[in-house]
């Protein structure tokens, strides 16, 4: 082999919890190139890769194959091998297939929307109980205009996922009262799931501002010698970062510790940067 191979980026995979009937999003690398097609090529490649953990599944049938995947205004046309239709969970097995396989895509910064084609046809269904007449968006089926959606954090062997959970809002994409939600921390049935959140139990929000460029300042109440290590810290700015971008169009967040611009917390994190979803 001769040459550079292609540099990469961390970004959420979705599976599913088919036990806990919750999706879980899996930080996989992929492919990092200007060429919109390429990367999302590998988002799917690593969804039929599967899972590095036997309790989770894409869902995508054995045999399935990428014919071919192309991203054109925003929207991935993504062109599956006839062994897609083999999905035999009835509709709601082929409403998460679909979701996983969306949710996964729209990751990337440059694909809002996802539409299905079945060895080179564009399909209308891909197991019949679902109708794909038109490109899919985010939580297709499954979001309403009363939802917010928080991540919590699922530790599986001793690996760190991310769990997005819905909570009912008074009022759509009113990012204090979601961040507030996430604040409060899981209930004792998500707890019992496995589930669980490493922002301090004591920390509060104490303000949010809007910025130029999408930006969002988020200032939190927060005693930073709580945190027990690099991971809590890390998992502290993601959670807050994928719950405020999942449920706004505020594309990167800042985050404020007590008023203050922190240039790094106790175990390295760097906080002096603006994050994205896909910046760490």
Same mark, same amino acid.
Do not use: A, C
């Given at each position: 082999m001769s040459g550079q191979l292609p540099k990469g980026k961390k970004t959420l995979i979705y599976f599913l919890n088919p036990t806990y009937q919750f999706y879980v999003g899996e930080l996989r690398e992929v492919i990092d190139s200007t060429d919109s097609s390429l990367q999302a090529e590998s988002v799917i490649n690593q969804l039929i890769i599967g899972s590095n953990y036997k309790e989770l599944t894409s869902l995508i049938p054995q045999g399935t194959k990428l014919l071919s995947v192309k991203v054109e205004a925003n929207i991935a046309y993504v062109n599956f091998s006839k062994e897609i239709r083999r999905i035999s969970l009835g509709a709601e097995g082929e409403l998460d297939l679909v979701n996983l396989i969306t949710l996964s895509l729209t990751e990337l910064s440059n694909i809002d929307r996802v539409r299905?084609?079945?060895?080179?046809?564009?399909?209308?269904?891909?197991?019949?109980?679902?109708?794909?007449?038109?490109?899919?968006?985010?939580?297709?089926?499954?979001?309403?205009?009363?939802?917010?959606?928080?991540?919590?954090?699922?530790?599986?062997?001793?690996?760190?996922? =991310?769990?997005?959970? =819905?909570?009912?809002?008074?009022?759509?994409?009113?990012v204090n009262e979601i961040l507030n939600l996430l604040f409060t921390g899981v209930t004792p049935l998500e707890k019992d799931l496995s589930l669980t959140t490493d922002i301090p139990s004591e920390a509060k929000l104490l303000n949010t501002q809007a910025r130029e460029n999408n930006e969002l300042l988020v200032n939190v109440s927060v005693e930073i010698n709580k945190f027990l290590n690099a991971i809590q810290e890390e998992n502290f700015i993601r959670q807050i970062v994928l719950t405020v971008t999942e449920n706004s169009s505020f594309k990167s967040v800042t985050i404020y510790f007590n008023g203050r611009n922190l240039e790094s917390l106790p175990f390295g994190t760097d906080v002096s940067k603006s994050f994205t979803r896909n910046s760490f």
């Open positions: 299905f084609l079945v060895e080179g046809e564009e399909t209308y269904s891909i197991g019949g109980h679902l109708s794909l007449n038109e490109p899919i968006k985010r939580w297709f089926g499954l979001k309403t205009d009363n939802d917010g959606i928080v991540y919590f954090v699922y530790k599986l062997e001793q690996k760190n996922l =991310f769990v997005p959970i =819905f909570r009912k809002v008074s009022e759509v994409n009113d």
